[in-house]
């Protein structure tokens, strides 16, 4: 297995930390390990604007081909920049659902006229997306969707009406994709279309959903006659769910380091705490610490390995456990936070309801073992196609 | 290719029937099927520098062997001999040393093993309780210890001393002994798991002369520290295999198993027990990789040497509890059959213990993985 990477990606790490070290200053200093996971509704503004200065020096969409305005990057200078961008403690990426998984849907599964429409702006950094999955009844259960499209031919124009929920940067984002049921006698996956929405439009309306952290980061988004165009379809209709989890195969990991070096951030404030107050000493504190320590040094090592691996018949099953491993991390994380602050991680930063950054990742890791797929939806994922057992039984109900 | 080369070798000669005859045996292993896998396929040569006549492999290729050895249970003198042994030798031999014991090592005609643990049961330092003295230009050895593997059956045994007086990792010598040497008795130790068999060795003022120490007196704890962690790491690869192994007999065994009218794999209760397997499985193994590399940086050189005291911790720490876990899910998933002595599943639950127990539980390495963190 792959340990190390090679010298001329070791020298594209050091480009990125360079660049990083001279750009990360002035007005963006603020932005310093701001806007990740629990935090993304803060400074979306000028995250968009330190968005624009990736794009200026072609540092947005590394991955994606030139012809598309990426930089044709490999896999493993992915890695790295995602590592490296991490490590100098650069916000999170606002643009990232764009460049992510908007844009290489796009690439796969879009037209010339789509391609040439809406992926310039990601790359520039000036057009912000958001997705458009979940809905109240379709959780972990996807394909159950309900929000319906049909097509008006006097308008030309698809007419949705629905309601999306969970949308993470919904209200700053410019344009949404949407699954919806185009054929309304359908069920599950069958039947669904992938449409690409202008946010800014009278059917479309956004609430912000207060979660248990006091803060906003998810949306409903409603949806009501809201319109695109005739061409603003992905696909036929019929075809939405098979583009939808398209997507899922562009996850190569390109993310791991970069999420593990945040997680190696959070691990080391606490060891710092414990050291202060004392806690460094007791020997249950001790082991946690360590436990934590040893299951992150091998998170690291499973990607290095997911790197490495050509797969089995394409089944990698160490990228299969990957989901169920770092969330489950995670969240024991922040339960060692706030056992090794002891009472000291009641107290707020201040009222009304302003939390330190260990309270806030605290609460915000429980909900790292529900989105994406719950750590249940992994068990059966990781049996089903790892393990090649049964399958749950589909019950009709009547 | 080694590893494809290794299961079709395991399937056939270490069958449920083959293991238990060497469980029944005191040696613990059958003669027969050594030979052949010292002259047919050459494994305990695998990681010997060519120039006394070994394959000239590396760590990496030797934690293959080990993981697929832990999932078919092999009963062998591998590990003592090829992971205490040779690497006690290539770490701190001397030229003739060398020259000698791999060299016959190689050819299938040595076994070999470490002592280093006397009655206090630790796996540090201060496990070294045995002592030496020097009697003109003699060394004088005494003492006891405990947990030998294949201790009552190797040709060679590496001792590891302590100055008399001397405490902690101060004052440490290694002997490469004859295990035929007047005054060494050694009685075999029967144990709950019988697929890897221990003795009990003492040293009752046993001469010995300058030609069998290794390195300098007094002075050896770094090397033997190094031996330690190199075995960690094999320890810790076998347990991987064990930790893959129990997870396959257990996800054949529900597909098989109906109750309710269909197979008991489709209930939701046992796919997310198995899922919780096959995480730890990969896990353990991906954990032991990388130990493996820097396991053969540690041996040959490389930026990487100088962590193997941390990868061997986070692999042995993982992996006794993955193997541990996975080996207890593995008897209630059985059901009954699992509680018999019939079915092989206890022979991983009762080696996933011993293993745990062997050079270090996971709370033991989380300690020293403490130490490096906090201290």
Excluded at chain 1, 37 to 60: I, S, V, Y
Excluded at chain 1, 192 to 197: D, E, P, R, S, T
Excluded at chain 1, 332 to 358: C, K
Aim: negative net charge; proline residues 3%; aromatic residues 10%.
């Amino acid at each position: 297995m792959k340990i190390s990477f090679s010298p001329e990606d070791e020298k594209f790490r050091a480009e990125v930390a360079q660049w990083l070290t001279q750009n990360l200053v002035g007005e963006f200093e603020q932005l310093k390990f701001r806007g990740g996971p629990g935090d993304e509704h803060m400074f979306p503004q000028a995250r968009k604007k330190w968005e624009q200065k990736l794009a200026q020096d072609g540092w947005t969409c590394i991955g994606w081909p030139k012809e598309y305005g990426g930089r044709g990057c490999s896999i493993e200078q992915q890695v790295i920049f995602n590592e490296e961008y991490a490590r100098a403690g650069a916000p999170g990426h606002v643009g990232h659902i764009g460049e992510g998984l908007a844009g290489p849907t796009l690439i796969a599964f879009g037209s010339e006229a789509q391609k040439q429409k809406y992926l310039p702006g990601i790359v520039a950094g000036t057009e912000l997306w958001c997705q458009g999955y979940s809905e109240p009844g379709a959780g972990s259960d996807l394909a159950n969707v309900k929000t319906k499209a049909y097509f008006d031919e006097a308008k030309g124009k698809w007419i949705i009406s629905g309601q999306k929920v969970w949308t993470s940067l919904a209200h700053e984002s410019d344009y949404i994709f949407v699954i919806a049921r185009t054929n309304p006698d359908s069920i599950a996956h069958k039947g669904l279309g992938f449409f690409l929405m202008k946010m800014d439009q009278p059917g479309i309306e956004v609430r912000g959903i207060k979660q248990l952290t006091g803060t906003s980061e998810f949306n409903e988004v409603f949806f009501d006659q809201a319109e695109c165009d005739a061409d603003d379809i992905v696909g036929k209709p019929g075809e939405g769910w098979a583009i939808a989890m398209g997507l899922l195969g562009f996850e190569r990991g390109v993310s791991t380091l970069g999420q593990q070096m945040q997680f190696h951030n959070e691990l080391n404030q606490v060891i710092a705490i414990a050291k202060a107050n004392g806690n460094d000493k007791d020997p249950i504190i001790r082991q946690r610490i360590a436990e934590a320590h040893v299951r992150l040094k091998i998170m690291r090592y499973n990607s290095m390995r997911m790197l490495s691996d050509e797969g089995d018949g394409g089944l990698k099953k160490e990228a299969l456990i990957y989901k169920l491993y770092w969330s489950t991390w995670h969240r024991d994380l922040g339960e060692l936070a706030m056992d090794v602050m002891g009472p000291e991680a009641e107290i707020l930063a201040s009222a009304p309801y302003n939390l330190t950054r260990l309270q806030a990742m605290y609460l915000f890791v429980r909900s790292d073992t529900i989105y994406g797929g719950t750590n249940e939806i992994q068990r059966n994922i990781i049996a089903e196609r790892g393990l090649g057992m049964p399958k749950e039984p589909k019950i009709q109900m009547n | 290719m080694i590893r494809d080369t290794a299961q079709a070798f395991l399937a056939d000669v270490s069958s449920s029937s083959a293991i238990r005859n060497a469980m029944a045996s005191e040696q613990g292993f059958e003669t027969q099927i050594w030979q052949r896998i010292c002259t047919e396929m050459y494994w305990q040569a695998i990681h010997i520098p060519e120039e006394y006549g070994g394959m000239g492999l590396g760590y990496v290729e030797l934690v293959i062997m080990l993981e697929e050895m832990g999932r078919y249970l092999l009963c062998s003198p591998f590990f003592s001999t090829v992971c205490l042994g040779t690497n006690a030798l290539i770490v701190a031999g001397t030229a003739a040393q060398k020259q000698q014991y791999l060299s016959q090592i190689c050819q299938g005609s040595l076994t070999a093993t470490l002592a280093y643990t006397g009655n206090n049961g630790r796996w540090d330092a201060d496990a070294v309780q045995a002592t030496v003295t020097t009697d003109g230009d003699h060394y004088l050895l005494n003492g006891r210890y405990r947990y030998v593997p294949d201790g009552h059956s190797a040709g060679l045994i590496i001792f590891a001393v302590r100055d008399e007086g001397s405490t902690g990792v101060d004052g440490i010598s290694l002997f490469a002994l004859d295990a035929n040497t007047p005054g060494v008795k050694r009685s075999w130790l029967p144990t709950m798991d019988e697929t890897r068999k221990q003795a009990e060795i003492t040293l009752d003022q046993v001469c010995v002369t300058k030609a069998d120490l290794m390195g300098e007196q007094g002075k050896a704890w770094p090397q033997l520290n190094k031996i330690i962690q190199l075995a960690t790491v094999a320890v810790a690869a076998e347990q991987a295999g064990g930790a893959q192994q129990t997870l396959d007999l257990t996800v054949e065994y529900t597909q098989e198993r109906v109750q309710f009218g269909r197979p008991v794999a489709g209930f939701q209760a046992v796919k997310h027990q198995a899922a919780d397997m096959m995480l730890r499985a990969e896990v353990a193994k991906s954990a032991v990789y990388y130990a493996a590399c820097v396991a053969e940086e540690a041996l040959n050189g490389g930026p990487l040497a100088n962590e193997l005291a941390e990868a061997a911790s986070v692999a042995k720490s993982y992996c006794s509890q993955g193997y541990f876990s996975n080996a207890s899910d593995a008897i209630q998933l059985h059901g009954g059959v699992g509680f018999t002595w019939e079915y092989d599943v206890h022979l991983y639950f009762k080696r996933a213990k011993s293993s745990e127990l062997f050079l270090g539980n996971s709370a033991y390495h989380r300690e020293l993985i403490a130490q490096i963190l906090l201290d």
